[in-house]
T-cell receptor
Framework: QKEVEQDPGPLSVPEGAIVSLNCTYSNSAFQYFMWYRQYSRKGPELLMYTYSSGNKEDGRFTAQVDKSSKYISLFIRDSQPSDSATYLCAMNNAGNNRKLIWGLGTSLAVNP | DSGVTQTPKHLITATGQRVTLRCSPRSGDLSVYWYQQSLDQGLQFLIQYYNGEERAKGNILERFSAQQFPDLHSELNLSSLELGDSALYFC?????????????FGEGSRLTVL
């Protein structure tokens, strides 16, 4: 079993929909949680960074961490075709980049 | 544009050969990380350099090696290539050495081994 599980999709939604992307993890020591977005033929770019539990909002994006369930989510409101990308979760217990554990990524297509 | 430059973008080579991938980090970033990305394994951390010194090793094969030069650019050398080495290789940079902070990724080098 992988330390971080992420449904690869693909997920296809109409423009304007609310999108929910999720990762589950097994290591209860994880405290730092990140969401990266990767467009086709590009490198990942950091979207959201959360420490410990709770919610964090940035524009149309909300990151949610439920440590009791070992479950993290990324919500995208009013989704746009420009949100079409692969979304990768990443996490670790030390806030140290070299110890990041990555999900495989979920491919999202937002259709106009 | 992340500010991280990787060359070449694509390369095709044969089994048994050796290739070198090059990375220039963002201006001011001292840490360089190398990752391998494949469909079944996702992003796998290979190695980190900080200001010219090797800082950490991940799942890097003995056939692979890397270095970071005084001007902070880095090279990843892949030798005795096998079909399974076909993947996307990313370089990322960050300001911090041992800590966290945002990783800035290049656009990757796509390696195909035939």
């Amino acid at each position: 079993q992988k330390e971080v599980e992420q449904d690869p999709g693909p997920l296809s939604v109409p423009e304007g929909a609310i999108v929910s992307l999720n990762c589950t993890y097994s290591n209860s020591a994880f405290q730092y949680f990140m969401w990266y977005r990767q467009y086709s033929r590009k490198g990942p770019e950091l979207l959201m960074y959360t420490y410990s539990s709770g919610n964090k909002e940035d524009g149309r994006f909300t990151a949610q961490v439920d440590k009791s369930s070992k479950y993290i989510s990324l919500f995208i409101r009013d989704s746009q075709p420009s949100d079409s990308a692969t979304y990768l979760c990443a996490m670790n217990n030390a806030g140290n980049n070299r110890k990041l554990i990555w999900g495989l990524g979920t491919s999202l297509a937002v259709n106009p | 544009d992340s500010g991280v430059t990787q060359t070449p973008k694509h390369l095709i080579t044969a089994t048994g050969q050796r290739v070198t991938l090059r990375c220039s980090p963002r201006s001011g970033d001292l840490s360089v990380y190398w990752y391998q990305q494949s469909l079944d394994q996702g992003l796998q951390f290979l190695i980190q350099y900080y200001n010219g010194e090797e800082r950490a090793k991940g799942n890097i094969l003995e056939r692979f090696s890397a270095q970071q030069f005084p001007d902070l650019h880095s090279e990843l050398n892949l030798s005795s290539l096998e079909l399974g080495d076909s993947a996307l290789y990313f370089c990322a940079s960050s300001v911090a050495g041992s800590g966290g902070g945002e990783l800035f990724f290049g656009e990757g080098s796509r390696l195909t081994v035939l």
